[in-house]
């Protein structure tokens, strides 16, 4: 009965959706006031409606309710708690609840933390917002409903996707979830802008911290699913160009761009039109990496979640949120033209470039996703695009973004003395070059003009934005750390970022050209010498768990003779599904990680072994971590976090 209720939920969610979508209908019948207060209890009602029924799926799996044909599907009696709760969100129908769940408290958050927004705009964003979610709920309720029940009901599940079965897949689709609804929220406020057909530059200034907490759970989730693929997969790598990978990466330079975007909008009330656009460009990406995720129409290792048929619907409400708010655009954009005059030295021209460069990024990784897809219609015969084609743009565009992030940072709003400006920049430029040289030719003894290129840029990076944060303190009194918390919380916001994009470079440039990877059949008691490290093969041991078997490999790791670790990589073979699954085994330090991988049993005391030794790759982590601090200070400002740091000293 209980699950019935949640059903119930979701049916009067739906209802009071359509309602909150009906008051944009009322501006003129109803006062604003009324109409706000409307809005705020429709919404705040919805959310907890959809939060209970998530609640009640939840309570259905960790209590082995099998006669709901999701639970039967994604669970079974032995899956250790954890995951059957993170099985709620394991497949299509789990996954679009939490979709809804995370869209409802959006909205919830917009009505309740808007308090110096005019109540007009807000009102026509919740209402947007409701039609939205409505579109979702109807989906859910006759397309996707995960309190089906099954008859007659298995006496087990067929357990969750062992693929799911990992710590990093607990957090990594929430996080992601909450970045990817997160971009509704620019989307909203766009369409409300066009249609009041007027825009003030402290709008802008709200806007930008939503679009900041959105560029960050989407910059959390991309890489905790790189880190789960890294450990989880036994490959090796974090970055495959999988379709789905791509389809969680081009909302993310959408953002990237439209928050740059937003800050010449905010400072000089310019490229306004522009970011508007980008806002709804953003979320339609968002809504197409879940119809990609969802219908199954491109291979992907991710695809454990997906139905053509009901990713046909999603096509269908993609195309109609796409094409209706294009169209809207185009017809009452020119309103919000704000004709103000820039030098093309200026940091406006700069992060223009920074964005033309962006999207043109976003677009062709779009074309290399989408393009086996156009050629199977168009009976091109099926091409596959790979890698190669990915790295080649991706390397070709984004490299002048990140050589224009130190121009940037330096030049002035409206006009940039080009003489002050170069007399900032050639210490930098002269000092990175000789740091990349030094580097490059006494660890690595490369000669490789790529990665010379792609490390100066990275080093360059940090050097300059080092370099702003020293000059910004020198002009505050007092003592070093007070100076340094008296920085304002943009320029941290901005500095930060930066300086974790360029470690980021570092760890991508280095991991990528210069790991060495060995895969060996080795017997017991054998050894392998990796990077002046002898590692022995000790023997395979075997490993009973609730819901799987495995075998787990035992090597020993030496270092000039001198033990300093071991390693414990294992083969799973899951009770249910019987599927085979690789856990690595890795040791990491700062500047390097050992990577351990069991493979197929060849004979008795004979086994299959990836050994990779992997420089820098721990700097993927340490960058990101920077660009999420970033990110904090951009949405809570200077005064909350300093004060916060000024305490703890």
């Not at 029940?149 to 929430?174: A, E, K, S, T």
């Not at 990665?451 to 370099?467: D, R």
């Not at 904090?632 to 400002?637: A, R, T, V």
């Amino acid at each position: 009965m209980i699950n019935e209720i949640g059903n119930i939920f979701l049916s009067i969610s739906a209802t009071l959706s359509l309602c909150m979508f009906a008051v944009i209908f009322f501006k003129k019948s109803l006062a604003t006031n009324i109409r706000f207060t409307f809005c705020k209890y429709f919404s705040i009602s919805i959310s907890i409606l959809i939060t209970l029924s998530f609640l009640i799926l939840a309570y259905a799996f960790l209590t082995d309710d099998f006669s709901l044909r999701y639970v039967a599907n994604n669970s079974n009696i032995d899956l250790e708690n954890v995951y059957k709760f993170s099985a709620v969100w394991g497949a299509h129908e789990g996954s679009i609840l939490l979709w809804v769940l995370v869209m409802s408290i959006w909205c919830s958050l917009i009505i309740l933390l808007s308090k110096n927004m005019p109540k007009t705009i807000i009102i026509d964003m919740i209402s947007v917002m409701g039609l939205l979610l409505l579109f979702f709920l109807v989906f859910i309720l006759f397309s996707s409903n995960p309190f089906d029940r099954v008859f007659p009901v298995p006496l087990n599940g067929r357990d969750l996707n062992p693929l799911l079965q990992d710590p990093g897949l607990i957090i990594h689709p929430p996080m992601l979830y909450i970045g990817y609804v997160g971009t509704s929220v620019p989307f909203v406020f766009a369409i409300s802008v066009l249609i009041n057909g007027s825009i003030k530059l402290e709008w802008i200034a709200w806007l930008r911290k939503w679009v900041i907490a959105s560029w960050m759970f989407l910059t959390i989730g991309i890489s905790l699913g790189s880190w789960w693929a890294y450990h989880e997969l036994g490959w090796g790598g974090w970055w495959f160009w999988d379709p789905v990978e791509n389809a969680s990466f081009m909302p993310w330079l959408a953002i990237t761009a439209l928050l740059h975007s937003l800050i010449v909008s905010e400072k000089r009330g310019i490229f306004i039109n522009w970011s508007i656009l980008l806002s709804i460009l953003t979320f339609s990406l968002s809504l197409l990496g879940t119809f990609l995720v969802r219908s199954g129409i491109l291979v992907s290792v991710h695809a454990f979640a997906n139905d053509p048929e009901r990713g046909l619907y999603i096509l269908l409400f993609l195309t109609l949120i796409i094409g209706s708010s294009l169209t809207l655009y185009f017809l009452k954009s020119n309103i919000l033209i704000f004709h103000k005059q820039y030098s093309v030295s200026s940091k406006e021209f700069a992060l223009l470039l920074n964005n033309l460069f962006l999207t043109i990024t976003t677009f062709a990784i779009l074309l290399g996703t989408l393009y086996p897809l156009i050629s199977s219609s168009l009976d091109l015969g099926k091409i596959s695009v790979g890698a190669p084609y990915f790295n080649f743009i991706f390397s070709a565009l984004m490299l002048p973004i990140v050589f224009l992030m130190s121009p940037a940072i330096y030049s002035s709003w409206k006009k940039t003395n080009y003489k002050s400006l170069t007399k900032k920049l050639v210490f930098v430029l002269f000092y990175s070059l000789i740091l990349t040289y030094i580097i490059l030719n006494i660890f690595f003894e490369t000669d490789v003009f790529v990665v010379f290129l792609a490390m100066f840029l990275a080093i360059f990076t940090i050097f300059s934005s080092l370099l702003k944060i020293y000059q910004v303190s020198k002009t505050n009194k007092g003592m070093i750390i007070k100076k340094i918390l008296n920085i304002p919380s943009s320029s941290f916001s901005n500095l930060f970022s930066h300086i974790g994009i360029g470690i980021l470079i570092i760890g991508i440039t280095i991991s990528n050209y210069y790991s060495v990877q060995k895969e060996i059949i080795m017997q017991k008691n054998s050894e392998i010498i990796i990077k002046n490290i002898s590692i022995k093969f000790v023997g395979v041991q075997n490993k009973l768990s609730k819901n799987y078997s495995s075998q787990v490999g035992i090597f020993d790791a030496y270092s000039d003779n001198n033990y300093f670790v071991s390693f414990f990589p294992e083969k799973r073979t899951y009770n249910i599904q019987k599927n085979i699954m690789t856990e690595a085994a890795i040791d990491s330090s700062l500047f390097r990680d050992i990577y351990v991988a069991l493979g197929e049993n060849v004979s008795e005391d004979s086994w299959v072994v990836r050994i990779y030794y992997k420089p820098y790759i721990q700097f993927l982590w340490y960058g990101v971590g920077l660009m999420i601090l970033g990110g904090l200070f951009g949405i809570f400002g200077r005064r909350k976090i300093e004060k916060k740091l000024a305490n703890a000293i």
